[in-house]
């Protein structure tokens, strides 16, 4: 179940991703370019190669978690740091504030994902102890004359 919401979540962002692209490529072709839509072209771009640089970081086997959140963490910084400067979002003075932000973002999306492995874990927990209850119940007839 949650993986068919996960899904769902996924395919509906996509989804609107695709519709703003195609909006917004409309109104640049029919009324010129704005920053406005440059913009959202610029950070939907960076969003497709963050995020096929995170499915090329899951096929890696990291031995530690430690190590695959620096190799995220690190990776993602690169890549934010290096759109950034080249697409002059900000200026070279002001790169340590990629790596706070960065930092922040990645910090409470680990943290909700922690809830949500807890809140499986749990669930996991009471459907196995719920087992051994009902396999302690069925030894106790069985053994009943």
Known sequence: ??????????????????????????????????QAISLTFELIALSFAITALLRILDAIPFRHVALRVLAVYASVCATVLGTGLALKWFSAENWWMVFLYVGIVQAAGFFLDMISVKRDVDSINRMLENRRKEAAEQNDAALLP
Request: net charge positive; glycine share 6%.
């Open 1 to 34: 179940m949650k993986k068919a919401v996960k899904e769902f979540v996924r395919s509906a962002l996509a989804l609107s991703t695709l519709v703003i692209a195609a909006v917004f490529g409309i109104s640049r072709i029919m009324c010129g370019r704005h």
